[in-house]
Each structure stands twice: as C-alpha cells, then as structure tokens.
T-cell receptor, first 113, second 111 residues
Framework: SQELEQSPQSLIVQEGKNLTINCTSSKTLYGLYWYKQKYGEGLIFLMMLQKGGEEKSHEKITAKLDEKKQQSSLHITASQPSHAGIYLCGADNSGAGSYQLTFGKGTKLSVIP | NAGVTQTPKFQVLKTGQSMTLQCAQD?????MYWYRQDPGMGLRLIYYSASEGTTDKGEVPNGYNVSRLNKREFSLRLESAAPSQTSVYFCASTQGRGTQYFGPGTRLLVL
C-alpha cells in the first residue's frame, strides 16, 4: 500500500496570511484527493487531481499535483478563520479490481483572527 | 439528497457488548467503505464493498464484520467490543473510481 506523509502536522497562522500544506507519496499517485474536516464532523471533499502538473482552484484554495505525480500541495491565500480545520489528503491506491484510498494523517490548521 | 447518513452519532459500550453501526447512501453509488479515525493514526480502512453482494477486508478488519444489505446500506458490526475499538467511525461511498463522499461519523466509546 502507499505511504502518505503530510506536512506540517499542525499550523497556526494569522488571519490574512498565506500557507501551504504538502502531501508526499512513496509511490506514483493515480489520483489525489483533498478533504477538509471540522472537529466532530465528517470529511468534506475539496478537490481531486489526476494528471501530472494539474492545478485546481476553488475560492482561495489551490491544489497542485507535481509532474512526477508523487507530491501534492494545497495552498490557501489570505487565510480566514473559516479555513480552520484538519486537511487530509487521500491517494488512489490502485489495485486490480479494487479501488481504495489511503489517507495521510492530516494537517491541523488554526487561523488566529 | 441526504448523501451519506450514519446512525447512531454517538454510542457508549461496555467491553464485550455488541453493536451495529448503520450507514446508508442515496446517491446510487456502487461502492461503500468503513473507516476508523484515531488520533495520530489518520483514517484507516476497515472493510469495503466494491458492489452489492461483495465485501473485502481493508487495513484493520480484525474484530469487525460487515454486511452489504442492499445497494444503499452497509453496516458494520462489533461482536464483542474492546477498548481498542474506541474511535470515530466513518462510512463513505463512491461511484466507480470517483470521489468518496463521507458520512458525519459515529463516535464510539468502549469502557
């Protein structure tokens, strides 16, 4: 199975600052999913990347998958308190006849007003 | 659409008791999954069902059983709960190799 490392484990930023969260895989990523989780709640899907070099944006959040398809970054511009939560990356764990995701351990983001 | 729903939201059990966690989705998805989330461990796959009538073990299946009751419903059973099964349990569903959509979770405390 794939190993997924997220960094940093936690992050505290001042409101208005930019930040980046990284997700690195030990193997090629066939699909990379970013989710956000608020404390005590389920995971909310943010974005999915499949192609090397692909970049997607939604509001102030941009996700990229590098050309070699082994690392993804999530960038938040001008952070707001509403961005606080735990961000998880999930990797397509391709296998014959199966479809599973392997998840990183998450990055806890706190945004100070 | 409600998406993925889970019941109960919270449960306290004594060691050795049994219980079933229920999950249902209204998105007509073929595949359904059960994960557990523990501090410092992230999300780990317990069991999954690629399609109605099939189930397979994930990374941490010991102590659990599942039933894919129909296309909509996928239940997780703890036959004899142990403190190590204290966790937050999430159900998810997907269509083919698409995005997995998650339920709100069940918080389980085993004393």
């Amino acid at each position: 199975s794939q190993e997924l490392e997220q960094s940093p484990q936690s992050l505290i930023v001042q409101e208005g600052k930019n930040l980046t969260i990284n997700c690195t895989s030990s193997k090629t990523l066939y699909g990379l999913y970013w989710y956000k989780q608020k404390y005590g709640e389920g995971l909310i899907f943010l974005m999915m990347l499949q192609k090397g070099g692909e970049e997607k944006s939604h509001e102030k959040i941009t996700a990229k998958l590098d050309e070699k398809k082994q690392q993804s970054s999530l960038h938040i511009t001008a952070s707001q308190p509403s961005h606080a939560g735990i961000y998880l990356c999930g990797a397509d764990n391709s296998g014959a006849g199966s479809y599973q995701l392997t998840f990183g351990k998450g990055t806890k983001l706190s945004v100070i007003p | 659409n409600a998406g993925v729903t889970q019941t109960p939201k919270f449960q306290v059990l004594k060691t050795g008791q049994s219980m079933t966690l229920q999950c249902a989705q209204d998105m007509n998805h073929n595949s359904m999954y059960w994960y557990r989330q523990d501090p410092g461990m992230g999300l780990r796959l317990i069991y999954y069902s690629a399609s109605e009538g099939t189930t397979d073990k994930g990374e941490v299946p010991n102590g659990y059983n599942v039933s894919r009751l129909n296309k909509r419903e996928f239940s997780l059973r703890l036959e004899s709960a142990a403190p190590s099964q204290t966790s937050v349990y999430f159900c998810a569903s997907t269509q083919g190799r698409g995005t997995q959509y998650f339920g709100p979770g069940t918080r389980l405390l085993v004393l």
